[in-house]
């Protein structure tokens, strides 16, 4: 059974950093679209960012472009999400997600298959 398990979130000012990672288990995540989502109160989850390792692939959110960088360890199952010059509007809880096998990158919370029990972000200004 696939899981996923986010960490590295926290409390940082702005124009911080910070990063998360997620590790993977039970799937062969080599043909697997990792994507990491945010959640803020009262708003609908949004994709951030994914990744695709095989026909390699990244996505980034407008929100997040030049700031945000994902990448993987395939050997380890782990995904990262490098968060630099954080702003207050960042502020969410982040869940890594996936789907696979070889679905390409997907931008809807409704196609991934598998999520995290997600981190919390908070960026004070």
């Known amino acids: 059974q696939v899981q996923l398990v986010e960490s590295g979130g926290g409390l940082v000012q702005a124009g911080g950093s910070l990063t998360l990672s997620c590790a993977a288990s039970?799937?062969?995540?080599?043909?697997?679209?990792m994507g990491w989502f945010r959640q803020a109160p009262g708003k609908e989850r949004h994709l951030v960012a994914a990744l695709t390792w095989s026909n390699p692939n990244t996505y980034y959110a407008d929100s997040v472009k030049g700031r945000f960088t994902v990448s993987g360890d395939n050997a380890k199952n782990m995904v990262y999400l490098q968060m630099n010059s954080l702003k207050p509007e960042d502020t969410a809880v982040y869940y890594c997600?996936?789907?696979?096998?070889?679905?390409?990158?997907?931008?809807?919370?409704?196609?991934?298959?598998?999520w995290g029990q997600g981190t919390q972000v908070t960026v004070s200004s």
């Open positions: 039970g799937g062969t995540f080599s043909t697997y679209t």
């Open positions: 997600a996936a789907v696979g096998p070889y679905r390409g990158i997907r931008y809807m919370a409704r196609d991934y298959d598998f």
